[in-house]
């Protein structure tokens, strides 16, 4: 990787150091405390309290390797089991682990990190692979599909165990082990995560370090991963950089990338089920789904109505000035290496509160409040930066025209997500065909898209940049046929 590259994963990946958001970012509820450093595992990451967590990449590299091939012997029944362990521990530990992660990473909303855990048994296990079945004059042939064998996983800070589980339920259904790379500002959580998989998954089945992880993730043991001979398939869930750095190891990647999605309300739309709606998926965990609504284009014949709308719903409006206030806090500019600026995201507002944005407009809201949101034009900062905050821009817009075209140029063509709030089926299919995205959510909340509050099935893995979607268990395959030729159709 060359050095611009490896400078862009380092700012993306590590981002501030733990003792500098612990100063600055949102603190944790009152009577909450830090959860405290655990002590490091034995080199070979299966001792009694904490199996499969590794200090070197290359171990934890191996280790999974071997328990992959001990994981082929034991069939489609012991994957099963498998991921039956990991939805029950989520379930059962939701609250254990939802403030675990809560108070190491310091960002979103601890209702919601339960929640989130609380929703991984409902994810698609061995069920989803189905073999593809040919019969004819020349034969029968069956399609199947294979393991790639050792993934290696890079987690984000936004949701740290609930990703890191929903790649294990999908990955090992399909037949895989796993290597994980957290992000550093909640390794420690997904750690005691992958101790506490792996003692039960030991104590069912006999097999070890079916889930690996490094214990320290740092650039370097990234790109120990990304070289290593025992990996097979990288699966990144991250931002840009990590993203671009992924897809030119020389490996097949699988890559959830950034998101910025717009959401548009048209003159047809039911003003106040769209207010609701765009308030439940902003405010989810203050807005760290990469799929949450983070800008707002409302048509002029109904903008002050929909202003209005989310006032009754309860979101607090402010004022040009206040708004103008909060994005001086929450964006700075830097200069990169060439000597371009650009803006910089104040961390220690990611996932803050709705109160916290509130203070830095200088305004005070109750503390209930869950959403702030504000008039904006549209070259304002938040509408093309995915700020992940519960704040958002609210643009006005000639017609549904220029609220489509808004929506597409603030997107950034990320084909990530996007919202529209309408009853005309003539503009929802303008709206669909112009964003071309992954998910397109009509007439609901944003996380409608991951079966919450709609149809479908979830992940907290989006491959956007790479194609796949939502992962699920075929995600992690390889499409292998077995072909028998003969005259065997007794038909």
Known sequence: MDAKLIESVVAEVLGQLDANRAESGPKPAAGSRAAPRPAKPPACGCGPARRGVFADPGEAAAAAREAQTRLREK??????????IVKTLCRDKAEEWGRLEFEETKVGRLDHKIEKLTGIPALPGVEWLSPYGLSGDHGITLEEKAPFGVIAGITPVTHSIPTLASNVVSMVAAGNTVVFNAHPSGARCAAEAVAVFNEAIEAETGLRNVVTIVEEPTIDSFNALCASGDIDLLCVTGGPGVVRAAMKSGKRAICAGPGNPPVVVDETADLDRAARAVIVGAAYDNNLLCIGEKQVFVVDGVYGAFLEAMKRAGARQLKREEVRRLADEAFTTKEDAGGCSHRVLNRALVGADARVLA???????????????????????????????????????????????????????FKHS???????????????????CTLFVKNG???????????????????????????????????????????????
């Open 418 to 436: 996007a919202i529209m709030h309408s009853k005309n089926l003539d503009h929802l299919t303008a709206m669909g065909r112009r964003m071309d």
């Open 359 to 413: 203070d830095a407009a200088g305004v005070r809201v109750p503390a209930e409040t869950e959403v702030l949101f504000g008039e904006c034009p549209f070259e304002c900062p938040f509408v093309h930066e995915e700020q992940m905050m519960p704040f958002l821009p609210v643009v006005r817009a000639r017609d549904v025209g220029e609220a489509i075209e808004l929506a597409y140029q603030s997107e950034h063509q």
């Open 75 to 84: 069939g489609m029944a012991g994957r099963a089991t498998i991921v039956g």
């Open 445 to 491: 909340a944003s996380i409608a898209g991951l079966g919450m509050g709609g149809e479908g099935y979830g992940n907290y893995s989006v491959a956007t940049a790479t194609g796949e979607g939502i992962v699920t268990p075929e995600t992690f395959t390889r499409r292998r046929r077995c072909a028998m030729i003969d005259n065997l159709n007794i038909v």
